[in-house]
Structure formats: C-alpha cells, structure tokens
C-alpha cells in the first residue's frame, strides 16, 4: 500500500465565475507533475541526462543550501542538491554568449551567475563556486554577493523506491 500523497496547490484565481475550472485546471497539472508525466514549472532536464535543474531565489552563497533544501522534490527524485562544476558546464553552451545557453532547450536560464557547489573555492573561505550564464565561465565569487542558487536532482534508482 502506497503512502498517502499530500498536495499543495498554489493557485490565484483569475476569474470567480470559473474558479472551478481553474482549480480543476492547477489540480491535473499538479497530478500530472507528481505522476511524472509533467515537470513542475521552472524545472527542465540537463541535457544527455536524467537530472532536473531549477534556481533558487536571490541569496548568498551561505544561505544557498539552506534554499535550495527547502525546494519541494519533485515524485521520483532525489532531493535538490547545489550542482557540482561539471554538471552546470553541461548547461552552458560555449557557441553562444549573453546568455551563453540555447535557449530554446533552457529559456529559464538568463544572464547571470549562479551559485553551483556548497564549497568554498580552495583559494578562500570567502569565495565561491559559480557559473556565470552570460559568459559560461566557472569561477569563484564572494560568497556574500547575491544570486540565485543552481540546483540539481537525480532519479531515485528503482531498487531504492
């Protein structure tokens, strides 16, 4: 027997005289998120892979992981984690620049840094991993400066559901 499912919907109701509806409407995308056949808005495929990617809100890098915990897991997956190097590279595509992605697979994705690994760079405990989308490069920042937080999931393997 199957653990009850606990749903939390979000929802703004544009129109009172189809309020139905739109609860109807945000209750199908919900379940069609938790049965895996709809990703939650904001979270896409890293490309070649299984994982998913989303940011977070603006935060330092001290308070990253903090954020990125308290994503709401998405039915199949892992919890969110901050991505390592080498998994933000494989967003970035190095023929483009300004954001340095294609967006037509990533149109989330703009030009800006975001926090990647919850280490500190070897160089220093103030500095940071991040990956700058505008440019693609992977370097370190001050990790009291603010941005937005790139976190990874993978499937949970099936011999661990």
């Known amino acids: ?15 009172p005289a189809n309020a139905l509806g739109e609860i109807a409407e ?14 939650p808005d904001g ?14 809100k603006s935060v330092t890098h001290y308070e ?11 039915p199949g997956y892992t919890p969110w984690e901050m991505a390592m190097p080498h998994e933000a590279t494989r967003l970035v595509h ?31 405990s103030g500095f940071a991993w991040g990956v700058d989308f505008g440019n693609g490069n992977v370097d370190c920042g001050g990790r009291v ?9 993978r499937p949970v393997p099936a011999s661990q559901e």
Not at 1 to 15: E, F, S, V
Not at 43 to 49: A, L, Y
Not at 145 to 153: F, G, K, Q, S
């Open 1 to 15: 027997m199957n653990a009850p499912t606990k749903i939390h919907l979000d929802l703004t109701i544009n129109d």
């Open 26 to 39: 945000a209750l199908k995308n919900k379940l069609d998120a938790i049965a895996g056949k709809r990703l």
């Open 43 to 56: 979270v896409n495929r890293i490309d070649g892979t299984d994982m998913l990617y989303t940011f977070t």
């Open 64 to 74: 990253a992981p903090e954020a990125v915990a308290k994503l709401e897991q998405v």
């Open 94 to 124: 190095y023929g483009k620049y300004n954001p340095a992605v294609d967006i037509e697979k990533h149109p989330g994705i703009k030009s800006e840094r975001a926090w990647i690994s919850k280490d500190p760079c070897a160089s220093s």
């Open 145 to 153: 400066n603010h941005c937005r937080a790139l976190a990874v999931c």
